[in-house]
């Protein structure tokens, strides 16, 4: 895909963007293990498909814990951080 072409119409111009979505699986809790394999396949994204912008699930860094209260989940980003 050609990324500088501009489509749209006369004086509403836009440019061509690329995106990916990446979905992982991921070790509840795990932030480092977590955060490691959101890099490898950000890298992995960037180097076959050239995107402008990667998108990852809003909980991929602690997985879903609906159960987890703030304080444990306070505690969990204080010790990874």
């Not at 860094?61 to 444990?72: C, H, L, Q």
């Amino acid at each position: 895909m050609k990324k500088d072409k501009v489509v749209g119409k006369p004086g509403c111009a836009m440019k061509r963007v690329g995106i990916c979505g990446v979905q992982v699986s991921v070790e509840p809790n795990n932030i480092k293990k977590n955060t490691e394999k959101c890099i490898s396949w950000a890298e992995k994204a960037f180097s076959r498909y050239y995107p402008d912008i990667i998108v990852f699930p809003e909980t991929v860094s602690t997985g879903f814990n609906p159960g987890m209260n703030v304080r444990k989940l306070h505690a969990l980003v204080s010790k990874n951080m």
